[in-house]
């Protein structure tokens, strides 16, 4: 599915060269968007620390539970 989303993505932004602002533009958003979805890859790479994290309390809580079940 992913290949076919690039491919129709890179048709639409090749298929008009007689507009060089457009294609500018498209490729330029395109660009930001994958730098964007790097950003959130890096961000969440590592969920228990960094400037995007969660606690560890509820797999404390979740551990200790799991001690009573037989």
């Given at each position: 599915?992913?290949?076919?989303?690039?491919?129709?993505?890179?048709?639409?932004?090749?298929?008009?060269?007689?507009?060089?602002?457009?294609?500018?533009?498209?490729t330029a958003i395109l660009?930001?968007?994958?730098?964007?979805?790097?950003?959130?890859?890096?961000?969440?790479?590592?969920?228990?620390?960094?400037?995007?994290?969660?606690?560890?309390?509820?797999?404390?809580?979740?551990?200790?539970?799991?001690?009573?079940?037989?």
């Open positions: 599915m992913a290949n076919a989303l690039g491919g129709v993505v890179t048709r639409s932004i090749l298929s008009v060269p007689e507009l060089a602002a457009a294609q500018l533009m498209m660009v930001g968007l994958i730098g964007i979805l790097f950003v959130v890859i890096e961000e969440f790479s590592t969920p228990f620390s960094g400037s995007v994290r969660i606690s560890s309390d509820g797999w404390t809580y979740l551990q200790q539970r799991m001690s009573y079940i037989p």
